[in-house]
Every structure is written in C-alpha cells, then in structure tokens.
C-alpha cells in the first residue's frame, strides 16, 4: 500500500498550489480521502475530506472558499488546490484513506511553506 503526495513548495502569499496523492495497493474506489496538515508544534488537523464517489466533500472553515478536493478514481488520484493562500497554511500536507471497517493509510507528506 502506497500514498505518494507531491506538488508541495515554497510560494508567496496570495499564491497557488496544487497537491495530488497517487495511491496503489488498495481498492481506491472504495475509501474516503482526505488532506490533513500538520504545523510545527500543532496537531495534526483536518483540511478537507471527499467521498469514495468523490460527490460528499468537506472543508475545515479555515480554507473553505480556498481550497478545493477532487478525486480521479480511474487514475487513483485525490488533489487539492490551494488558492489564495496564507501563511498559517504553512505546514507539512498529508493524504489519509479511510473506509469504516478496515485499515486506514497515510502518505508520508508534503511540505507547504507560505512566505515572502
């Protein structure tokens, strides 16, 4: 089982990015996806969240209106992409696959820096 997140990086305030997961080893199809983040010295919090059909999606308030969650299941893919971005959106992005009875999975995560 693999969750590989990439698309992380240094970019200014105001500016975009896009994350994506590619996923392997599992029935994608078949679980939830989320983004979670984890600031230095913070818990590891909720970002958003989409549903195996990819029609159910959440967003924590702080990047609701911002932020975006899509999934391909063809491909194995879930991203976000983060507009307007701020810098308490700086931390460090990780992939997370959840179905109710079974194990769940976690990337490795990418890092997000938002700065001048």
């Known amino acids: 089982v693999q969750l590989v997140e990439s698309g992380g990086g240094l970019v200014q305030p105001g500016g975009s990015l896009r994350l994506s997961c590619a996923a392997s080893?599992?029935?994608?199809?078949?679980?939830?996806m989320s983004w979670y983040r984890q600031a230095p010295g913070k818990e590891r919090e909720l970002v958003a969240s989409?549903?195996?059909?990819?029609?159910?999606?959440n967003y924590a308030d702080s990047v609701k209106g911002r932020f975006t969650i899509s999934r391909d299941n063809a491909k194995n893919t879930v991203a976000l992409q983060m507009n307007s971005l701020k810098p308490e959106d700086t931390a460090v992005y990780y992939c997370?696959?959840?179905?109710?009875?079974?194990?769940?999975?976690w990337g490795q995560g990418t890092q997000v820096t938002v700065s001048s």
């Open positions: 080893g599992f029935t994608f199809s078949s679980y939830a």
């Open positions: 997370y696959a959840k179905r109710r009875y079974g194990p769940d999975y």
């Open positions: 989409i549903g195996s059909a990819g029609v159910t999606t």
